[in-house]
């Protein structure tokens, strides 16, 4: 199955303002997120792509500017169902404010309780995320192949949300994943289990790229990407 990086939009004027963004249209990049776009094509310069998903919104289709530009022949996607989360009345508000709301303890602590007034669930958002991916595999695959390697460019929470369904972790603990920013999360699917192969990488990706499996003595796969075949490498693997 595919392998799928998730890209965080870069740095907002909202992030910079310290506002609750949500889907406010209109939001764009600031001067460091247009940087962090524009330095993404040569991050991912190694790892072919057969295809590109972005939340509907502006700053996710900011970031992706450079890459389209870079790789005119790269297939672009809308996905509604990778858009930021509906935060109702929280939308537009700063943060600072919110953290005095009572339901904050609730977004921090208990996510999997959490209706926005006004807005969507938190368990809502993550299942259509979650649906989302795991149909674009199945057309990845259905297309590319089972070794092909996508990107899906959303936001802070849909990301983390994702990456919480990959480790198997109840949707109560995704306040412990971090992303940064234009940062690169990585994870392959494959029939038996995710593997998450990056988690907000910031810098190089270059080691992400599909390898000749050159075969060690004990017929171990040594330059196949961690989970090819499904089974985690016991020890850790290299």
Request: aromatic share 4%.
């Amino acid at each position: 199955m595919p392998t799928l990086l998730l890209v965080r939009h870069g740095r907002s004027t909202a992030n910079t303002s310290g506002l609750l963004a949500g889907r406010t249209p209109g939001v764009a990049l600031d001067d460091l997120g247009t940087a962090q776009a524009a330095a993404l094509p040569g991050r991912l310069a190694a790892l072919p792509l057969a295809a590109a998903v972005h939340s509907p919104l502006e700053r996710c289709r900011q970031t992706l500017d450079p890459l389209s530009r870079a790789r005119p022949e790269l297939p672009l996607h809308t996905e509604e169902r990778i858009g930021e989360c509906d935060y109702g009345d929280w939308t537009g508000r700063k943060l600072a404010e919110l953290n005095d709301e009572p339901l904050m303890t609730a977004v921090q602590q208990h996510p999997s309780s959490v209706a926005f007034p006004g807005g969507e669930t938190m368990r809502g958002m993550q299942s259509r995320a979650v649906e989302a991916v795991r149909e674009w595999n199945e057309r990845i695959e259905r297309e590319h192949g089972a070794d092909a390697t996508y990107l899906m460019c959303s936001h802070g929470d849909v990301i983390k949300s994702l990456v919480a369904d990959a480790l198997g972790l109840h949707l109560d603990l995704f306040q412990r994943i971090h992303v940064e920013p234009c940062s690169v999360t990585a994870i392959r699917y494959t029939p038996v289990r995710p593997f998450l192969l990056r988690l907000g990488d910031t810098g190089d990706l270059a080691s992400l790229a599909p390898r000749e499996p050159d075969r060690e003595p004990d017929g171990a796969a040594a330059g196949r990407p961690a989970g090819g075949d499904g089974n985690a490498a016991v020890g850790g693997g290299a």
